[in-house]
């Protein structure tokens, strides 16, 4: 199956900071997904993003798809963006299996 | 997207219990997935359950120790057998609701085995 790599594994930034998260997949993937894991366990949808780039408020998120790679980026984050972010995505050609990287574990300090 | 509801939504069991989550989705849903996220670890999908089949099973994971229900559309079950203290977990639902392969999470149940 299809290996996917987060990094970093964690950040720390001060409130007002810019970051890029960035996931790495083995293989061709379809449906790359980005979530937000919140402190109480809800994982939040951030993006579906198989290809391109998507913007949402502070959020944006861009996916090569040719080389394999995407990229979540936080502006001006807030304490509230604190939490662990997954990727994840889908084998071409296979089932709809899920495929979650290890997480980025974000904390923002005031 | 959908509306996803589970129950409960956390318990604390004694090991050689069984302990069953249910998960409810506003809408219909062919498909219906079942995840385990262990302490400080990423999700590991348990299983795909379609209506009026067998569940699927992923490497790992065996039907007597998480045996799936899906008696319709928009209900499944899944529940944790002859649990021990590596069951402690948060167990999440899962669809997809546009059949284009993006996946909605439950809120999930927190479960810890003494």
């Known amino acids: 199956g299809i290996q996917v790599e987060q990094s970093p594994p964690d950040l720390i930034l001060q409130e007002g900071a810019n970051s890029t998260l960035r996931c790495n997949f083995s293989d061709s993937v379809n449906n790359l997904q980005w979530f937000h894991q919140n402190p109480w366990g809800q994982l939040i949808n951030l993006f579906y993003i198989p290809s391109g780039t998507k913007q949402n408020g502070r959020l944006s998120a861009t996916t090569v798809a040719t080389e394999r790679y995407s990229l979540l980026y936080i502006s001006s984050s807030q304490t509230t963006d604190s939490g662990v972010y997954f990727c994840a995505g889908v084998t071409q050609g296979g089932s709809e299996k899920l495929v979650f990287g290890k997480g980025t574990k974000l904390t923002v300090n005031p | 997207s959908a509306v996803i509801s589970q129950k409960p939504s956390r318990d604390i069991c004694q090991r050689g219990t069984s302990l069953t989550i249910q998960c409810q989705v506003d809408?219909?849903?062919?498909?219906m997935f079942w995840y385990r996220q262990q302490p400080g670890q990423s999700l590991t999908l348990i299983a795909t359950a379609n209506q009026g089949s067998e569940a699927t099973y992923e490497s790992g994971f065996v039907i007597d120790k998480f045996p799936i229900s899906r008696p319709n559309l928009t209900f499944s079950t899944l529940t944790v057998s002859n649990m021990s203290p590596e069951d402690s977990s948060i167990y999440l639902c899962?669809?997809?609701?546009?059949?284009?392969?993006?996946?909605?999470f439950g809120p999930g149940t927190r479960l810890t085995v003494t």
């Open positions: 899962s669809v997809d609701t546009a059949g284009r392969g993006e996946q909605y």
């Open positions: 809408s219909q849903v062919t498909m």
